[in-house]
């Protein structure tokens, strides 16, 4: 008998343990598609240099000029590295179409008054001009004898309105673990090579001024973002501090991603816009909150960019309109409105923007056509809001559907990701599992709209129905109306909040004091209301 060797593979879902699976009998060798381990995913620890050594890694592509005929590069290396070259040609005939530029390093260090460990490397990021479009070039990037791999990249055809790009909702992590998000970014990738761009929605890392969330994050990601742009979004984790609940301005995002800067004044990398195909694409900052110290500051930089969007929008003669932020409005959470962010909605109505794309609940869900606040049934009667679920393991426990909702799913099991299609003047939004299970499949074709999604809001509760953040309350006393006043039960918005009313102090009392209530004796005097 020949000596052979079993090792049996095991992936347990709940706890993220893969061990990668060997079958050798003799000269013989068996690949049971096994995954790669996840050092390099779930690294605890960072030193001075970041993890960063003379070779380039942490290679990106972004764009920040036209997709026609420019390609932004960016990557890093440790402080013995001052400059680097990028090589690149087009595929297929080096000889005689290579060139290569010399860049020069910026300095970056850690916020270690933000609580983060100190530590500096150096970024590196060059725009290559004057390519030809609808090409594949090959491009290397290194520093004295040592490069990094052979990669490539495609610029946008001329005149081309038929093309697909890819969505990822949150793939932040509270255990510095991005093993989850590697899958879910590979998986899409290899399952849609013809994808022309990735967009991540917002709450790439868990914390966004420790870098070593950062050095995960990039290490999950090599082999996807290092052969197709990746057109980043600020969410609320890229503002939070080391420690502590502190936030501020998303530092360490803004210095990694070279995007667009034609952004208002203040907002330059954040918020942004750009053409691909017969589609306009625009980037709002929906951080108030987090970058912001006062009320004030909140009402000026949500004004500012409504500002730019009705601007931006203004120009464009784009058959598809998208704008993409990390909070939604149309949430799904129990109690998290956002509310501040429907300001923007007079300047979808105002442009027909088709969809806004959102992240930040970690829940996959779009809305019925929405115009004016009404709910319609056609799309060309209104916006849909997307939000685009989580790429990582973070789930919540306190997503339901809301009344605007005309898809829901709450991710438990696997995390998901959506591909957007254009075809002329055809859209279709796909949602699919990691795993490559579809679950969501929308559809709006303006040139023959008897093939959209049917969305019908109307009716769906049967009769009037007390609504608390978006959820029907459909059980206890229905309202009534009477003398041109509705009449609720009040107990029913104690029991959602979880509060308690005491009548004899004729207060309310809530475990988490988010809201401020004022009761009315008038309430109270007719027990039956």
């Known amino acids: 008998i020949k000596s052979s060797i079993l090792i049996v593979g095991v992936y347990d879902m709940k706890k993220i343990k893969k061990l990668a699976i060997l079958v050798m009998c003799g000269l013989e060798l068996l690949n049971i598609n096994a995954t790669s381990t996840y050092a390099a995913f779930d690294n605890q620890i960072i030193n001075e240099e970041l993890n960063a050594n003379a070779k380039p890694d942490h290679i990106v592509l972004t764009w920040s000029d036209d997709p026609k005929t420019t390609q932004t590069i960016s990557w890093r290396t440790d402080t013995s590295v001052n400059k680097a070259v990028v090589k690149y040609w087009e595929q ?45 070039y090959c491009y290397e990037v290194g520093s004295g004898g040592l490069r990094g791999e052979t990669n490539t990249f495609h610029t946008e055809e001329l005149k081309k309105d038929n093309f697909k790009f890819i969505i990822f909702g949150d793939s932040q992590n509270n255990k510095i673990n991005y093993n989850a998000w590697h899958d ?97 694409i625009a980037v709002l900052d929906s951080q108030l909150y987090d970058e912001c110290s006062n009320l004030e500051e909140e009402q000026e930089m949500l004004r500012t960019q409504i500002a730019w969007l009705d601007n931006d929008l203004s120009k464009s003669k784009k058959l598809w309109k998208f704008v993409l932020y990390h909070k939604p409005q149309y949430y799904m959470k129990k109690d998290r409105t956002n509310s501040e962010l429907k300001g923007l909605e007079a300047i979808f109505d105002k442009y027909h923007v088709d969809v806004v794309f959102n992240g930040h609940e970690h829940g996959l869900a779009r809305t019925f056509p929405i115009n ?19 790429s990582n393991m973070n789930t919540k426990s306190d997503l339901s559907p809301k009344v605007w909702d005309s898809y829901y799913f709450d991710p438990q099991n696997l995390p998901v990701y959506e591909t957007v299609e254009i ?107």
């Open 92 to 136: 297929g005939n080096r000889e005689n179409t290579e060139k290569e530029a010399i860049v020069t390093a910026k300095s970056f260090s850690t916020s270690v008054e933000r609580g983060d460990t100190a530590g500096k490397m150096n970024l590196y990021s060059i725009t290559l001009k004057n390519l030809k479009p609808g090409k594949i």
């Open 184 to 280: 879910t970014v590979n998986n899409a990738y290899e399952a849609n090579k013809d994808a022309k761009f990735i967009v991540n929605m917002g709450d790439l890392v868990e914390i966004g001024q420790k870098y070593i969330h950062w050095n995960n994050w990039f290490d999950a990601s090599k082999g996807v973002i290092d052969s197709i742009p990746e057109m980043p979004i600020t969410g609320n984790h890229e503002c939070k501090d080391a420690v502590g609940d502190g936030h501020g301005q998303p530092e360490y995002f803004l210095k990694q991603f070279n995007v667009f800067n034609n952004g208002p004044k203040g907002y330059k990398g954040k918020t942004y816009s750009y053409d691909y195909g017969n589609a306009h």
């Open 372 to 390: 004016k606040g009404e709910y319609k049934s056609k799309a060309d009667q209104g916006t849909v809001y997307y939000i685009t679920g989580r």
């Open 423 to 529: 075809r002329g003047s055809k859209l279709t939004i796909k949602a699919f599992e990691q795993n490559g299970n579809i679950v969501d499949d929308f559809v709006i074709d303006k040139a023959n709209p008897q093939n959209n999604t049917l969305m019908v809001p109307s009716g769906r509760l049967g009769d009037t129905r007390m609504v608390l953040f978006g959820t029907p309350i459909v059980y206890g006393k229905k309202p009534v109306f009477e003398n041109n006043k509705w009449y609720v039960d009040f107990k029913l918005l104690l029991n959602f909040m979880d509060a308690k009313y005491n009548k004899e102090e004729n207060s309310v009392s809530f475990k988490k004091p988010k809201v401020k209530v004022y009761v009315n004796d008038e309430m109270f005097k007719d027990s039956t209301r």
